[in-house]
C-alpha cells in the first residue's frame, strides 16, 4: 500500500462500524476524540505509585470486547527494524500505561514528486504486539529505567506539591532537568490544564484540602515554591520498574464543547484488511 501522509493515516486504518471499511473519499476525519480512564500502578523497588491517566483511543478492534489499539506512523530506517531504540520505547511506554497491547504502524519514506518535491508516502503497514516489542532486550532495559525515572519524578512532585493547588512541570532536553514551579489554580485554568469539578465527579478524585489562593497573589520563587530534577543514567543502571494491572475505569467520547459523553459515538473500528497490510492505494489519488 502506497498512502499519501497528507491524508489523515488512520482515516485509512479505521471505519465508523465493526467490520465497516474505510471512507477515504471523504474529507480528513477531524472529529473529538473517543477517550478511556485507566487505573494502573507504577511499581519500583517495592513501593508502589496508583496512576489515574486519560487517554485517546485511536481505534477499537471489534464491538464485544473493549480492545484499544494504537496506531502510529515511523520513518523507514536502514538495518533490522523499522524505528529506533528511543521511538520503539516510547511507542511500548505510551501504550503500556494505558493497558493497549497493539500497535499498527505505518511504515513512511520520501518519494520525490514530478515537481521535484519530497512527499512523505506510507508504504508498507506492520501490526506488532506490545509484548513482542518488550522481548528486545535493550527495550525491556531502557524501558526498565524510564519507569523508574517516572517513579523519581512522580514521588518529588508528590512530595512538592503538598499544602499547594497546582504545579506545571518542564523539561530542559540539553540539561536533562526537569523544572516544578508551584503556580496557582486558577493560573492552571487559564492554561487550559485545570482539573474540573466534573472531572473530580466523574472519576472519584480525591482531593487534599489546601489554602485558598488569592487569585491576583504570585507564589514568590523559593525553595518551597520552585524546584529541579536532573537525569544522571548511571542512577538507574540497576533499576527496572515497571507497570502492572492496568485497567479501564471509563470510555466516554468528547463532545466539540469539551463535555464528556458515557458512549462510543466518537469511537473508530480498526479495518483488519488493511493493517494486516492488504489495502492498495493510489499514489497520485490517495484512493
Known sequence: PRIHRRFKFEQYMTADEPNGRPDT?????NRAAFEMMVRT??????ETIRLCCGSEVAALRGESNFEPI???????????GFCSLSVNVMYVMQSELVGVKSIVTGIKDKVINENGG????????????????KSDEHVSESLGKGYSFLFDVLTKLKKFIVGHEACVMSYDHKRREIGFKIITRQEAEKMGNGVTDEFISRFNIRQRKVAV????????????????????????????????????????SVTLIGEAKNDRSNARYLDEENSRGGA????DKGQ
Open 25 to 29: 473519499d471523504s474529507p480528513v476525519d
Open 41 to 46: 500502578d507504577l511499581k519500583d523497588r517495592g
Open 70 to 80: 494504537e496506531i502510529k506512523t515511523a520513518w523507514e530506517k536502514k538495518g533490522n
Open 118 to 133: 519530497a512527499i512523505a508516502v506510507v508504504h508498507q503497514v506492520v501490526e506488532e504486539k506490545v509484548s513482542d516489542m
Open 213 to 252: 489562593a488569592d487569585e491576583n497573589k504570585q507564589p514568590n520563587e523559593s525553595e518551597d515554591t520552585v524546584d529541579k530534577m536532573k537525569f544522571c543514567e548511571q542512577d538507574y543502571e540497576r533499576r527496572s520498574g515497571k507497570v502492572t494491572n492496568p485497567r479501564v475505569i471509563s470510555e466516554y
Open 280 to 283: 492498495n492505494f493510489d499514489l
